[in-house]
Structure formats: structure tokens, C-alpha cells
């Protein structure tokens, strides 16, 4: 069964910094599209990057320069960096991943498998 594990969120102070983990189960993910999205409560989710089968890496326009994706393929696990976080990061973080042809791995694509998701508060 095709799974996908959030872990690592919690509470944080402004300015402090994160890292978030997906552990990936019943496939090997390496040449998937693989992202992160995040949701704060009462908005619509947003789009923080996407990381290609060619380990690739594209940015939202947010979180550029504070958000690192990276991802061990040997382990099947996908990162997410978070440095200097502000209150406006707070949310529900999640992963999500398909099938990559070589070409499109964008936020916009479809995403067919999706993990339940870890909270990120930021606060003092």
C-alpha cells in the first residue's frame, strides 16, 4: 500500500527553525514529483515546492530563501527545511507525490498520494 508519513512539526518560536519529515512506504519514490503544501486554518492550501526524480528542486515565491527540499532516495524520505519561521508558516504541513515523466513537476500538477499531514505552530 502506497503510503506517505509526516513527522518532525510542533510548536516554535518566531525567528526558529524546523525540519520536517515525509517516510515514504509501498513505493520506491525516486522517479516521482515529489511537494510539500501547507494549510492555516481558514485559508485554502498553498504550494511550498516541488523536488523532481532528478532531484531537482522549485521554490514557492513565499518561502524562497527560508525553505530547503531535499530527499534521500535510498530511504525513501522527503525534507523539508524550515528556517526563520513566522507566524504567518503556521499550518498543516503535508506531502504529496506522482508518477514523473521527466517533464512537468510543478505545484499545479496532480498529486495523487498525500500524507495526513503535521502541525507547525509558530508563536512566542
Known amino acids: 500500500e502506497v503510503q506517505l508519513v509526516e513527522s518532525g512539526g510542533g510548536p516554535v518560536q518566531p525567528g526558529g527553525s524546523l525540519r520536517l519529515s515525509c517516510a515514504a512506504s509501498?513505493?520506491?519514490?525516486?522517479?516521482?514529483?515529489l511537494a510539500w503544501f501547507r494549510q492555516a486554518p481558514g485559508k485554502e492550501r498553498e504550494g511550498i515546492g516541488t523536488?523532481?526524480?532528478?532531484?531537482?528542486?522549485f521554490y514557492s515565491d513565499s518561502v524562497k530563501g527560508r525553505f530547503t527540499i531535499s530527499k534521500d532516495n535510498a530511504n525513501n524520505t522527503l525534507y523539508l527545511q524550515m528556517n526563520n519561521l513566522q507566524p504567518g508558516d503556521s499550518g498543516m504541513y503535508y506531502c504529496?507525490?506522482?508518477?514523473?515523466?521527466?517533464?512537468?513537476?510543478?505545484?499545479?500538477?496532480?498529486?495523487?498520494?498525500w500524507g495526513q499531514g503535521t502541525q507547525v505552530t509558530v508563536s512566542s
Open positions: 504529496a507525490a506522482h508518477p514523473w515523466g521527466g517533464a512537468y513537476c510543478i505545484i499545479g500538477a496532480t498529486f495523487n498520494y
Open positions: 509501498g513505493f520506491n519514490f525516486s522517479p516521482y514529483c
Open positions: 523536488i523532481d526524480g532528478r532531484n531537482s528542486p
